[in-house]
């Protein structure tokens, strides 16, 4: 099935996979994080901050994604946009692991914000890359594995997350989760020389895309 699949399109799905799949871990669980570790046991006050932390990174993400986008825009071929691939993964990643000094709720907040900006940067150098490349004729069923192989892996980390945390506590979990996040990152060098060298400068094929994130969705 996936070798009817052009390599730089397989690489950005298992990217993605992998990317998505980390926050599987921690996301049914989330909740319960704040609860004990930022406010010892005070679920009105564990509400508040969650409900916060989302205002944070839903604002940020809204107010940087677009300018991201239009200055990628402006610069033709692919070597920017894979580059915020993989600075927004890393700095996803970066912002998971901070989870695990978290213990006030300014902690949460900074990660939150780091995380919304590497959030900011990865969608539209993704799509953009995934545009620019997806197969003619093939676009339903390449999008469709995508969704697919990533609600799969979001099954398994969810299921797997909650043993984690439970066996091994939190941090074990958040340091699993931002591994994933950085192998995501290091994944599309993988196709460094097909997107580079060429320098091939690809007409904008409108897609629309749907993203469904386990804890922060991913527009």
């Not at 995380?115 to 997806?134: D, E, V």
């Amino acid at each position: 099935m996936f070798k009817s699949i052009n390599k730089v399109i397989r690489i950005l799905i298992f990217s993605d996979v992998l990317f998505l799949t980390g926050f599987g871990f921690f996301t049914p669980i989330f909740a319960i994080f704040i609860a004990q570790r930022i406010t010892t046991g005070n679920i009105t006050d564990a509400a508040k901050i969650a409900g916060f932390s989302m205002g944070i990174y839903w604002g940020i993400k809204s107010i940087l994604q677009i300018p991201f986008g239009r200055y990628l825009d402006k610069i033709k071929g692919d070597k920017d946009d894979l580059w915020f691939i993989v600075i927004g993964n890393v700095s996803v990643a970066f912002a998971i692991f901070g989870y695990i000094f978290c213990s006030l709720p300014w902690h949460l907040y900074l990660c939150q914000g780091v995380y919304s900006i590497g959030m900011a940067m990865n969608i539209p150098g993704w799509c953009a890359i995934f545009t620019r490349h997806i197969d003619k004729g093939k676009e339903a069923f390449e999008w469709s594995t995508r969704s697919t192989l990533i609600g799969l892996g979001a099954a398994i980390s969810g299921v797997l997350g909650g043993i984690i945390a439970a066996e091994f506590g939190f941090n074990v979990l958040f340091f699993g989760a931002g591994v994933f996040a950085l192998a995501s990152a290091l994944l599309p060098f993988s196709v460094y020389k097909i997107l580079i060298p060429k320098g091939r400068v690809f007409s904008q094929i409108p897609e629309v895309k749907e993203f469904q994130e386990p804890y922060l969705p991913k527009e």
